[in-house]
């Protein structure tokens, strides 16, 4: 009895540590709510309606933590299906709220809503979120900022202050209405118009000096710049004039300090930098200038800004600094050199896995192309009469009039076929300038998925190509997945000599990788997460050519190596309700 009352005390103590412990175990859950509906906003002396997040644009900035879980009430007010996927959130076993249209959900009808649960769990830094349903993405974007676990800390010293950066394009005609019209021709895209920071196109615009973004920093203060790129379909190169840079995150993980004087950033990525001020009072042009390595000149050709402004007495006169030798629109090396600098930190607190040669159980060589697909009479506007499209492996994705994952998970036949092949279907030199004959440039529509056991462990070579001298960088993305990125190179991806320059010893983690124009990238990944997962190029008109496909992870032996099970309520599938899918369904009629 005695003994029993001494140690009351200390257990009733440790008992209430461990609940002092467990919400930090757990993390905290976050509520959001986001209403979409038509906003109007005036940039370059056009003023138009477009579709926006709780009016904003970009779009709210969620704030977590490690560990921490987020739901978000997406409320839709205008008129169309919408989706929003959480970009770099692995959802371990939640597939049912990732968000990409037909693959993991049909889009929420208008004036409806759907309430998104948002799982954090290795990730930790900037990543973003963005609409998932035909080309809202370039309106309906926003930051995601991913703060240390309590109890830890950066892997580098506490900033003094942080600032978020998004990039974006915009367009002076309705977007969608752009969409519809670019699918329906089968010609060429429109161009954006500018690119933004912040929502800001900056100095060199028409009717924006006045309202350029200004960052107000302090002399010797420390800034944490956490970048995203939502930029349509452009690749590009940022700077900030007379200052060093030094990239400490890439995708949502840490790397080893890059130091630099520019970056280059596509569509998709998301960026941690470390910038401090310490040049002479004043102000200093941010800049960021489109990156293009394709044959063809279809890229705009604006550079956005922003001013870096020292706070403090002092009088200034005349422009904001330029950067000089910032790279030029059409400079590859630089870009080059630059994602190759990038490798993870390999430390104790940040350990990496990464599947060894032997390990490997899938080995998947896609090759990453533009194409064309046949119309009737020769009627569309891409060459010889055809429709231009995009293709993996030859396949140009279709979606489905019901998403994938309620296809799979209820074993409901006929909404696609487990064919995507491992390899094309040709081998030929990819990077020749002579890939112009039918048997190369017309590639097949469908909805072929590849279907993964789990825990296998897959290397995937994407192979560019320059089918109908189109060759150019592109950022492939992976959803439910961080992979590691353990080769990069140019030319034919050569399978006895290239494996040697391989880094498995600290290679950077990514969800989206560049690809070289007519080169390779090699990622490698544990297919440790049950579920349905998208794969695409992060170039919105590239995706929505058909330059995707989907895995399926199949569930382990356990109820924690399964999927979840799915939300009482989903969006129903309805395909008038996305321009996109009701395009697919036409092409399948008219192939």
């Not at 309590?150 to 600032?163: A, I, N, R, S």
Request: hydrophobic fraction near 35%; proline fraction near 7%; glycine fraction near 8%.
């Amino acid at each position: 009895m005695g003994s029993s009352m001494w140690e009351l005390p200390w257990l009733l103590a440790l008992l209430g540590g461990l609940l002092l412990l467990l919400p930090r175990a757990q993390g905290e859950d976050h509520y959001y709510t986001f209403v979409l509906r038509e906003t109007n906003f005036t940039r370059l002396c056009v003023t138009k309606r477009m579709f926006t997040v709780n009016e904003s644009f970009p779009g709210p900035t969620l704030y977590v933590r490690k560990g921490d879980t987020a739901y978000v009430n997406v409320i839709n007010e205008g008129y169309y299906g919408v989706t929003i996927h959480w970009h770099g959130i692995k959802q371990p076993r939640n597939p049912w709220f990732d968000g990409p249209e037909y693959v993991t959900q049909c889009p929420i009808p208008p004036g409806t809503n759907f309430t998104y649960q948002v799982l954090f769990t290795s990730e930790e830094g900037t990543l973003w979120w963005h609409a998932h349903s035909d080309w809202t993405r370039a309106t309906v974007h926003g930051a995601i900022v991913i703060k240390p676990a309590l109890g830890t800390t950066y892997p580098f010293p506490e900033p003094d202050e942080e600032k978020v950066l998004v990039f974006a394009s915009w367009y002076d005609e309705d977007v969608m209405a752009l969409m519809k019209e670019a699918l329906s021709e089968g010609g060429l895209t429109t161009l954006s118009d500018a690119y933004c920071i912040n929502g800001q196109p900056g100095d060199f615009y028409n009717c924006s000096r006045d309202s350029t973004y200004r960052m107000s920093v302090d002399y010797g203060k420390t800034y944490l710049l956490r970048l995203v790129s939502s930029v349509q379909n452009t690749d590009m190169y940022f700077a900030i004039a007379n200052h060093t840079l030094t990239v400490v995150g890439w995708d949502g993980a840490y790397v080893k300090p890059v130091v630099t004087s520019y970056i280059m950033i596509t569509p998709g990525q998301a960026m941690d930098i470390l910038v401090t001020a310490d040049q002479p009072l004043g102000e200093y042009y941010i800049l960021l200038s489109p990156f293009f390595d394709g044959q063809a000149d279809d890229f705009d050709h604006s550079i956005a800004s922003a001013i870096f402004q020292y706070d403090g007495n002092y009088s200034f006169t005349g422009l904001p600094a330029y950067p000089i030798d910032f790279p030029g629109w059409e400079e590859v090396a630089p870009a080059t050199s630059f994602v190759k600098r990038l490798k993870s930190l390999n430390s104790a607190e940040h350990p990496i896995d990464v599947p060894t040669d032997d390990e490997i159980t899938t080995r998947m060589f896609i090759t990453v192309s533009i194409s064309m697909m046949r119309c009737p009479n020769a009627s569309c506007e891409g060459p010889d009469g055809n429709r231009l499209a995009s293709a993996l492996n030859n396949i140009s994705f279709a979606n489905p009039d019901l998403d994938v994952l309620q296809a799979y998970y209820s074993n409901i036949a006929g909404y696609y076929t487990a064919d995507f092949p491992d390899l094309p279907p040709t081998l030929f030199n990819f990077t020749s300038d002579d890939l112009l004959t039918d048997n190369v440039t017309l590639s097949d529509q469908g909805t072929k998925v590849k279907v993964l056991n789990y825990n296998e462990t897959v290397e995937i070579i994407f192979q560019g190509t320059n089918v109908m001298n189109s060759g150019e960088t592109h950022p492939m993305h992976l959803h439910g997945f961080r992979f590691y990125v353990v080769g990069l190179g140019g030319g034919n991806f050569d399978n006895e000599t290239d494996p040697e320059t391989y880094n498995l010893y600290d290679p950077p983690e990514a969800n989206t990788v560049p690809v070289p124009k007519d080169g390779w990238a090699v990622i490698r990944f544990r297919a440790d997460n049950p579920g349905v997962w998208y794969m695409h190029c992060h170039f919105d008109r590239h995706m929505a050519w058909g330059m995707d496909t989907v895995f399926i992870v199949k569930n382990g032996t356990t109820a924690e190596t399964s999927i979840r099970e799915p939300p009482v309520h989903m969006p129903p599938c309805e395909t008038d309700s996305s321009l996109l899918t009701a395009l697919h369904s036409y092409l399948r009629q008219q192939a």
